[in-house]
């Protein structure tokens, strides 16, 4: 009776989102009273023994990452609703090399990406008179600038070292987008691309009203945050044990900066992590707190999100292995720089 | 006889965006050819860019978003024109 009788009282779809936003905000602020009280009084435990410690950790990080993955990302997604990769390959079409390069680079930002997308999107720029150099900028930095790493990285470590990643992964997309376009490769793009005509691609842009932008954007992020949440409490139940656990002394020892090979152990390591940068991010918020360098830290999160095989294996669809090869090995070389240059400027 | 495609590779969200716009024949109560397309070149030959996309009767009416029923049982009576 009551569910009849709430569902034929249709709230106002405006009232509905405030009271969703005080919600979130509330929640935001009782996650730190609840962990400490959670772990400390709840269960017992005492305050600095590691068990106490991981736990007080685990119960923070859940609600924490949580409310930012959703607040953010339906944010985020309300946003880059309004930039299709359409509109960003007609203002790319016919620019020259280092202003388009910059811009590809900055769009990859906020245009929404996946990699099931990563072939029509790469046939439909070059078609549109895109150079190859700026396509690679865009297809370099639209998975490496991504906006759940940038949300999670802001929201565990603060705007210093979310900018930081964002302008590092920037700088990779456009020298990597120069790079490729300076070795002029477009013959080594399948020959096939190169015949497709869209004839002036005749795409109805929708112009859907806020309810509906809104109402997208949420149904996107709960998507997707419930196919990363098992990879998300994986990822801070192994933080939580680092935390607690794993001496200090170990970590410094094999990641920092007396071992001039981290950089490149820890890129090795990532590349089968690909697609769980928010499973991935709280190990990384417990190893960068145990001393792991930060660029070494950044380059971890970078070639978690950037190198991606299965991307790879598609692209082979449009691309011929020596394209492919310089691709990756832009890429791969970018994040190494990354790493280095940033432990070389800000010491562990 | 009126023709629905539905372009993209069979990631999650195009076979969605399938059984979106199969119900959504349904709740219109129109008799339509559903089709997925997932070659590559057919699908950019289209000018869609983001996947996963959708067209009827020869038009792409929606790109990367999947739209719900309700809209594409709407899109199904404004297209008609």
Redesign the interface.
């Known amino acids: 009776m009551t569910a009849v009788a709430l569902r034929r009282l249709h709230l106002p779809f405006s009232l509905v989102v405030v009271v969703a936003a005080v919600a979130w905000l509330v929640a935001w602020f009782a996650a730190a009273p609840f962990a400490s009280w959670f772990a400390f009084d709840l269960l017992r435990l005492e305050r600095g023994s590691p068990l106490g410690e991981a736990v007080a950790f685990f119960a923070f990080d859940v609600p924490k990452v949580l409310l930012l993955l959703l607040g953010i990302v339906t944010l985020v997604t309300l946003v880059r609703g309004f930039f299709p990769p359409e509109r960003v390959r007609d203002a790319l079409a016919g620019r020259g090399s280092l202003v388009g390069t910059a811009a590809a680079a900055a769009f990859g930002i906020v245009t929404p990406f996946c990699s099931c997308s990563a072939v029509p999107l790469f046939i439909g720029f070059l078609e549109a008179g895109v150079p190859l150099g700026v396509t690679f900028a865009f297809l370099i930095s639209s998975p490496m600038v991504n906006e759940v790493a940038l949300v999670l990285l802001w929201g565990l470590f603060g705007p210093g070292i979310a900018l930081l990643y964002m302008v590092a992964g920037l700088a990779v997309a456009i020298v990597g987008g120069l790079v490729i376009g300076r070795l002029r490769m477009e013959r080594h793009v399948e020959d096939y691309v190169w015949e497709i005509r869209s004839g002036g691609a005749a795409v109805a842009t929708s112009h859907p009203t806020w309810e509906q932008r809104i109402r997208d954007a949420w149904a996107y992020t709960r998507d997707l945050v419930r196919r990363i949440l098992p990879y998300v409490i994986v990822g801070i139940g192994i933080g939580a044990f680092i935390h607690g656990y794993v001496p200090t002394d170990l970590i410094v020892a094999i990641g920092g900066p007396g071992n001039p090979l981290a950089v490149p152990l820890v890129v090795l390591v990532a590349i089968p992590l690909y697609s769980n940068a928010a499973g991935t991010i709280p190990i990384v918020e417990a190893l960068l707190a145990k001393g792991l360098p930060l660029g070494t830290t950044l380059a971890f999160m970078m070639a978690v999100v950037a190198i991606s095989l299965p991307e790879f294996v598609i692209l082979r669809r449009v691309v011929k292995p020596r394209l492919l090869a310089v691709f990756a090995g832009v890429v791969v070389a970018g994040i190494l720089a990354v790493g280095y240059l940033f432990n070389l400027v800000v010491p562990a | 006889m009126r023709m629905i495609e539905v372009l ?4 999650a ?2 076979r969605r965006l399938e059984a979106n716009a199969r119900e959504a024949l349904t709740m219109a109560g129109v008799e339509a050819e559903i089709r997925h397309v997932t070659d ?2 057919e ?9 996963p996309g959708l067209v009827i009767d020869g ?8 739209p719900s029923a309700g ?1 594409i049982a709407e899109l199904l009576f404004t297209s008609e024109a």
């Open positions: 993209g590779p069979g990631c969200n195009c590559y070149r699908i950019a030959a289209r000018g869609v860019l983001s996947t038009r792409v009416v929606s790109t990367g978003r999947v809209d």
